[in-house]
């Protein structure tokens, strides 16, 4: 079978569950090596195990897990100490939001922006570094969100964070991109079915939605890969949304 990302090395943030393991089994199904990082350790070998099984094209490939907390700048450092020939970085951990700005706690927002911003802004940092030594380029995905440019109540930090992945996307597409031939992009997710958003499929947000449905995390996967085997690829955006957006 054909193995287009066959050569490539991809981490993946946030890979023990949901649109992250979706996106990291994708890759794997089309011959990349990933690594999958996660704070739960014991998710992230069920996941990996998940792949082993399922991709055909696994066989042989030596898929790992790094236990790894996207907040703190030294687990970064120390991921790419033991993994310096990443090529492909998704940042797709992330946490979400209910509640009113005026009665979210301090400690609640500096958890969101350090999870979903920071987070990612250390992930471009030290991987982008990295890519850049060793001058073959690369290739570095934001999974942003619908919420970065359309409102829900209780949502306000969320949203911050998200569009933050926004304007990081956009200054790294060129500041990585004429240099030293990285290409940054996004996806921008609406509501996607995964255990975070179970809770919300009801019939009348589904009717909000011109597709009539939420998304699934194989089809952000499908961005993700396109977005990683197209080379003319960069500062895209991908609204993925069932058209929500445009409503």
């Known amino acids: 079978m054909?193995?287009?990302?066959?050569?490539?090395?991809a981490a993946v943030t946030g890979a023990g569950s949901g649109i992250g393991f979706a996106i990291a089994s994708r890759?794997?199904?089309?011959g990349a090596r990933v690594l999958l990082l996660g704070r739960d350790e014991s998710r992230l070998q069920q996941a990996l195990e998940r792949i082993k099984n399922e991709s055909h094209e696994s066989?042989?490939?030596a898929h790992s897990i790094f236990p790894h907390d996207v907040r703190e700048l030294q687990s970064w450092t120390d991921l790419i100490a033991?993994?310096?020939?990443?090529?492909?970085?998704?940042?797709?951990?992330?946490?979400?939001?209910?509640?009113?700005?005026?009665?979210?706690s301090p400690s609640t927002v500096e958890d969101i922006l350090a999870t979903n911003l920071h987070g990612a802004i250390w992930g471009c940092k030290v991987i982008g570094r990295a890519m850049i030594r060793r001058r073959q380029g690369g290739c570095i995905i934001n999974?942003?969100?619908l919420l970065a440019a359309k409102s829900a109540t209780g949502t306000a930090v969320y949203s911050a964070s998200k569009a933050g992945l926004i304007g990081l996307t956009t200054s790294l597409a060129q500041e990585y991109g004429v240099l030293h031939?990285?290409?940054v992009n996004a996806i921008l997710p609406g509501y996607i079915s995964t255990n975070m958003t179970r809770s919300l499929?009801?019939?009348?947000?589904?009717?909000?939605?011109?597709?009539?449905?939420?998304?699934?995390p194989d089809e952000v996967a499908d961005a993700a890969a396109f977005l990683v085997k197209n080379q003319y690829a960069n500062n895209c955006k991908i609204n993925l949304d069932g058209g929500l957006s445009a409503t």
């Open 2 to 9: 054909l193995a287009p990302l066959a050569g490539k090395f």
């Open 181 to 183: 031939g990285i290409r």
């Open 201 to 216: 499929e009801e019939e009348a947000l589904i009717k909000k939605i011109p597709a009539r449905r939420f998304g699934t």
């Open 59 to 61: 066989k042989g490939i």
């Open 143 to 145: 999974v942003s969100s």
């Open 82 to 104: 033991n993994h310096p020939d990443i090529d492909v970085l998704v940042n797709c951990a992330g946490v979400t939001q209910s509640s009113l700005l005026v009665r979210t």
């Open 27 to 30: 890759f794997a199904r089309e």
